[in-house]
Nanobody, 126 residues
Framework: VQLQASGGGLVQAGDSLILSCAAS????????MGWFRQAPGKEREFVAS?????????KYGDSVKGRFTASRDRDKGTVQLHMNNLKPEDTAVYYC???????????????????WGKGTQVTVSS
């Protein structure tokens, strides 16, 4: 399965942006989907995750709590990342990822993902 993220762009500090991610196969069954980001010269950072089951439980990285919200459209098989009050330090390439159904792997409480998209650039100017 391939994941395609979209919605990145150039915005100003304080603006909002919505990223979307879709799987290439509508029949793809996932346990969870998430967003990670990587800024130049920095390690990849966990941003948010949402379970694919009925509960739709979410987790967030400390740096985005209260500003970002993960949601999903189960009918369309897509997940979104609603980013509010963006800051220059949010500038990064954002990656969509998915953990396949039946996998229950975690590292430090964060889902270990099986599939990764190519990423979309988000740039926040001050």
């Amino acid at each position: 399965v391939q994941l395609q993220a979209s919605g990145g762009g150039l915005v100003q500090a304080g603006d909002s942006l919505i990223l979307s991610c879709a799987a290439s196969e509508r029949t793809f069954r996932c346990n969870a989907m998430g967003w990670f980001r990587q800024a130049p010269g920095k390690e990849r950072e966990f941003v948010a995750s949402i379970t694919c089951g009925a509960g739709g439980g979410t987790k967030y990285g400390d740096s985005v709590k209260g500003r970002f919200t993960a949601s999903r459209d189960r009918d369309k098989g897509t997940v979104q990342l609603h980013m509010n009050n963006l800051k220059p330090e949010d500038t990064a390439v954002y990656y969509c990822a998915a953990q396949q159904d039946g996998s229950r792997r975690f590292r430090n409480g964060i889902y270990i993902m099986d599939y990764w998209g190519k990423g979309t650039q988000v740039t926040v100017s001050s």
